[in-house]
């Protein structure tokens, strides 16, 4: 499927795509390698940020999908997942992330901003 969003990760070495099909793929920057591909949902995918370790993406129904991202095995591993939108997610632009309260805000196809705070999820993953 057409990819909806990329994101570098914070080091560079990796690029992280999502497609309107529901895959999410990680790339090595310097080579196009895929390291990892997982079909988190059958929606579409519509946003991704990678903050950290941490993958998250969002699709077509409102849900949230965080990974978190193990450098020495090059793979993603699912940590979290939970509706946060009362409708689709938009395209691109739907996620953004203030690290210094570790608050998500997720836009939404209903005309709103949801915000949650992600500071127990990421603490609990943090090792």
Known sequence: GDVGDVYFSP???????????????????????????????????????????????????????IYIWLDNDGKAEMVYTFNAAREGIPISYGLSFNPKYDLLAVASGDGYVYTYDLSGILREHST
Not at 25 to 49: A, Q, R, W
């Open 11 to 65: 080091n560079g070495k990796y690029i992280v795509a999502i497609t309107e099909a529901g895959l999410l793929y990680v790339l090595k920057t310097e080579n196009g390698k895929i390291l990892f591909k997982h079909k988190p949902s059958i929606n579409g995918l519509e946003s991704v940020i990678w903050i950290g370790k941490y993958i998250i993406t969002g699709d077509l129904s409102g849900t949230v999908y």
